[in-house]
Structures are given as C-alpha cells and as structure tokens.
C-alpha cells in the first residue's frame, strides 16, 4: 500500500511527532491535540462537538479520500478495477482491526442489513427462540421480531433502565432453553453506554448451540476489538460512527465455524455471493456454489466511495492515532466528565466500572436544556433516557471543561431538575 496521505503539512508534522510518543500516557492530551486540526468543525469554528456516538463530524482524511475517489472517476476511462483494490485493501484493515482473516468480512449497506441477512440465514424451526434484552436497539430488536411470523419466538429480558449492571452470561440464563438458537445483544448499548460481557455470554451458551450476533456499532473505532476474544457467531457495525467514514457501508463478519456448520443460504443473492462465477455471466442450471466464507453474504455493487474513504481512515486509525491510545484518552475524558458532573450534583446513566469509554447519558431531563445547549453551540443527542453526551477522538480536556461550563450555567440560570 502507498503511504498515508495526511492533508496539510502541519499536520503531516504532527502525526510524526505523535507517533513517536504513541506510547506514552503523558502525551495523549497533547498526541490528540495534534490530531484536532484533522476536523474542521471543532478546531476552526466554535462548536462543541460531543455527539460521536450519534455521527461524528468529517474529516480532512475523508475529504482526501474522496477528491482522489472523484479525481479518478473524472479522469479515468475505467477506474473500477482501482476501487476493487480498495475495497481488498479495506477488507484486510478491517480484518486486521478485528484480528480476524479478510474472507470473514463482508461489506454490507448499514448494521441492519448486514444483522438482518445473519438472521435470515439462521436455520430455525417454528416454536425456537432467540433472547434479546428488553432495551436493544431497534435495529436488531425488530429485526427478530419480524420473523415471529415465522414461528419464532422472540424472548426480551427485562432490564434496568439505569444500565448498573452489564449484561453477562447470568443475566440471559433464565430465558434460554434447549429451544433458544441464538442471543442477539449490542455489545455497547446505545442509550447508556453499559459495556455487556460478550465474550462471557459466548463462552457460556455457544458451547450448547447458541449462537451469538453481536452489534459492535457502539464499540469499533472507539475501543480495540478481538472478534477472536470475543467468541460471537457474527458481528455486524456501521462504519459511520467510531471510524467516520460517510453512510451507506457496513461490515458483516460470519465465524467459518459458523459458515462451516450451516453452509446458510444468503436472504439475498447476488454476483457477489456465488463462488467463482463466470466471467461471461453466464448462469449455470446445476445447484449455487456459494462463497465458502462471509464473502456469500457481499453483493457484487457496493459503495465504493465507501470503502475509499473507509481503507483511508483504517490505516490512520490504525497506523497513526493507535485503537488503544484511542481507548484510553477517551477513558480519560469521561473521567474528567464524571468528575465535573459529580461536582455540579449531575447523574450519569450507567455502570461506574464497566462502561464505555465514549458514551455517557446525564440525567437531565428538563426540555430548556436543549434551547440552552443550542446557544451555546454545544452538539448532544437528547433522549427521554437523559442527556447522551459522546467523544471521538477529535475532543480534547478543554471540551469537557467547556462543556462542564455550559451545565454550570444552565444550572445558574434556573435550569434545574424536577
């Protein structure tokens, strides 16, 4: 692969400089600090961007990426075959990311289609069961629920709002039985940032038949991820969020364990799927070879522009801001965050040790709030769960100061809580 091409010389500097003290504890403030000027909303204008876990804001990276997909495409009889190699070389970054092989990937248009095309494929007979908890996201939670007409059973375990206690292997043991064929959870919950145990959940119920369908929209790109660790079935996220690369690409991985097992039968079958078609698209009578790995589960077109992009941000993310370093400096913001909110009397959603290190909902629940932040440029989501605030790597300590500001005001001008 060519190297890294960083935008601006300044920052070409900076990353120089930060990777030489990738390592080190002390210069995670200053090592993003660097990064910053990569985003133009919040290092040029006056906005306090804390919404990350909902779309974080772009990226000179991104927009380099995408000037060369548009550069090539103006100028090129048939750049095609050039963007194929980019959505291999993505793959292998994304394998790489999850420490997995490239032929477990497969790109898909967003999480829900690629957990849709999961469970489509999941042999089961009506009176089987799947678990969820009560407080999945919509996204996978409908998802089983449309096939109830197929004579699945959908059990939701019940849940505290709050999110204390992560989800691990005791909380699904009531509810599943020798009917129950897979457990589907997000490994970070959207709405309170608990940190679920997957690798525990997998540990104790694949054993018995159960697979696992994790989504990781909340996790990748915000966390270091070991799908192997981890031990789920299949796993599907958006690239949108924790990795900033534009709507309309998603990764699906399947275990060849899995694949292995089932030999699944796509929902939907393209080009893409079918195991070295012919090249004159000729259509053969006999039976569909399907891929033998994820792979099956790809559609011939996908968003090149995305896997541009998305190979573009991986090697950054991978090469140069480090997903531990991430990890950690995102770790330490919410610190900051917790303290500045135990001061004011604010409460936070969610477990005080096994949560995740960019997503965090305040229990605010006056609607002038929102007026309030406005003014102040201040980007959150507003739940009736609370007030969900949430890093990317682009935040710095002065936002959580800033931000610790804007509440201390809302605070001294009457905002307060019933």
Not at 147 to 170: W, Y
Not at 282 to 287: A, D, E, H, K, L
Request: hydrophobic share 40%; net charge negative.
């Amino acid at each position: 692969m060519a190297p890294i091409s960083i935008p601006t010389t300044v920052v070409d500097e900076a990353t120089m400089r930060s990777k030489q003290n990738v390592h080190s504890s002390t210069s995670s403030n200053t090592k993003f600090e660097i990064m910053r000027p990569l985003v133009p909303l919040v290092s040029e204008h006056n906005v306090l961007h804390l919404n990350a876990a909902f779309m974080p804001p772009s990226n000179l990276i991104i927009r380099d990426a995408i000037d060369r997909f548009c550069e090539l495409g103006l100028h090129h009889s048939s750049p095609k075959s050039d963007w194929k190699k980019d959505v291999e070389n993505a793959r292998e970054l994304v394998a790489q990311y999850l420490n997995t092989k490239p032929s477990s990937i497969a790109f898909t248009r967003d999480t829900t289609e690629g957990m849709g095309s999961f469970m489509h494929s999941l042999a089961f007979q009506p009176g089987d069961n799947v678990v969820i908890l009560d407080c999945e996201h919509p996204n996978q939670a409908y998802g089983w629920l449309s096939l109830r007409k197929a004579g699945l059973e959908v059990r939701q375990v019940p849940t505290d709002q709050d999110g204390k206690n992560p989800a691990n292997a005791a909380t699904f043991a009531p509810f599943v039985d020798e009917r129950t064929r897979c457990i589907g959870l997000s490994s970070i919950m959207f709405h309170n940032g608990q940190w679920n145990d997957i690798a525990d959940i997998a540990k104790n119920f694949k054993p018995k038949g159960v697979e696992i369908l994790a989504d990781l929209t909340q996790e990748v790109g915000f966390t270091n991820v070991d799908i192997q660790a981890l031990g789920v079935s299949a796993a599907a996220f958006s690239l949108h969020k924790g990795f900033n690369i534009p709507t309309g690409i998603a990764v699906l991985y399947v275990s060849e364990d899995f694949i292995n097992k089932n030999d699944p039968v796509p929902p939907m079958v393209s080009y893409g799927s079918v195991f070295d078609p012919s090249e004159d698209f000729q259509v053969s009578s006999g039976p569909v070879a399907f891929h033998p790995t994820a792979r099956r589960y790809e559609h011939a077109n996908m968003c090149l522009i995305g896997a541009v992009a998305a190979k573009a941000f991986l090697r950054f993310y991978l090469d140069v801001i480090n997903p531990n370093d991430v990890q950690q400096h995102l770790h330490k913001l919410g610190e900051l965050l917790r303290q500045g909110c135990q001061r004011l009397g604010i409460k936070i959603l969610g477990p005080g040790g096994r949560h995740a290190p960019h997503l965090y909902t305040l229990k605010l629940f006056n609607p002038r709030w929102s007026e309030h932040f406005k003014t102040n440029e201040t980007v959150v989501s507003i739940f009736h769960w609370g007030v969900r605030v949430s890093f990317g790597f682009y935040n710095v300590r002065s936002d959580v100061s800033r931000f610790i500001q804007v509440l201390e005001s809302g605070i001294q001008a009457g905002i307060m809580e019933e």
